[in-house]
């Protein structure tokens, strides 16, 4: 189950803060972050090798930080499928929910941050709705905008990112964001624990299901800062992708 974490507080220097856990099954090959697409200058975000598109996107200049969960819901005709993975390259590049038929894509949930605010659409196959995040600590799952009561990973993460420092985008060292970056890296929690936020499963057929990759993404008025953690549950993993210009610090 992936997990975006969206921390929102209008007027503060760094408003927006996003926590972006990429459940996938282990042996689906991808890429860390980078400029991949030549189509879309100047977007960075980790490359699934197998559909060509990505789950987090990020574009420094605007700035802003588009992310893809799957949903649940009526799956598309495998006539017309396409792979759901452009979804945030597109979004991010253009700051809102992608025109076209949605009926190609199965069941999604597309956040889209900017600085002035976080949006969220959900797709369940037959019906598109759209939210604009309130100030506060908001976590979507695969099931989408969920709270403590209804999920115990979330009864335990929530208050702990809402009460952690917030990271600073225009913090030029890791002062501001160690107590997200801990989080995020799970806590130390086991990834059998029914609280776990980086969670492995070992399936029944041998391959192997759990969390890929987490990434930390802050965007204020320096512009964007964009953290990767590759392996996941090993907080000393991080490492800086993207970071506003020194003197806008």
């Known amino acids: 189950m992936c997990t975006v974490i969206a921390g929102v507080e209008p007027g503060a220097r760094t408003p927006v803060v ?86 190609v894509y199965d069941p999604f949930h597309l956040v889209v941050a900017e600085p002035g605010g976080v949006r969220l659409w959900h797709w369940d196959g037959e019906r598109l709705t759209e939210d604009k995040l309130p100030p506060g600590l908001h976590v979507i799952v695969n099931d989408g905008l969920v709270t403590g009561d209804a999920d115990p990973k979330v009864a335990w993460f929530a208050p702990r990112f809402a009460a952690a420092p917030r990271p600073s985008a225009d913090d030029p060292g890791d002062a501001t964001w160690a107590g997200w970056r801990e989080l995020a890296a799970g806590a130390g929690l086991p990834a059998a624990d029914p609280r776990a936020l980086v969670v492995r499963r070992e399936l029944a057929d041998g391959r192997v299901w759990g969390t890929s990759s987490v990434t930390l993404v802050a965007l204020g008025e320096a512009g964007l800062r964009y953290d990767f953690d590759a392996r996941p549950g090993d907080a000393s993993a991080w490492t800086t992708v993207l970071a506003p210009p020194r003197g806008k610090r």
């Open 18 to 103: 996003l926590a972006g856990v990429r459940d996938e099954m282990a042996d689906r090959p991808w890429r860390g972050p980078a400029a991949h697409w030549p189509r879309f200058p100047g977007l960075v975000g980790g490359l699934d090798l197998q559909a060509g598109g990505t789950w987090l996107a990020a574009d420094a200049t605007v700035p802003r930080v588009a992310a893809l969960l799957n949903g649940t819901g009526r799956q598309a005709s495998p006539a017309i499928r396409r792979s759901r993975g452009d979804l945030p390259l597109r979004a991010a590049a253009h700051g809102g929910l992608p025109g076209g038929d949605l009926a």
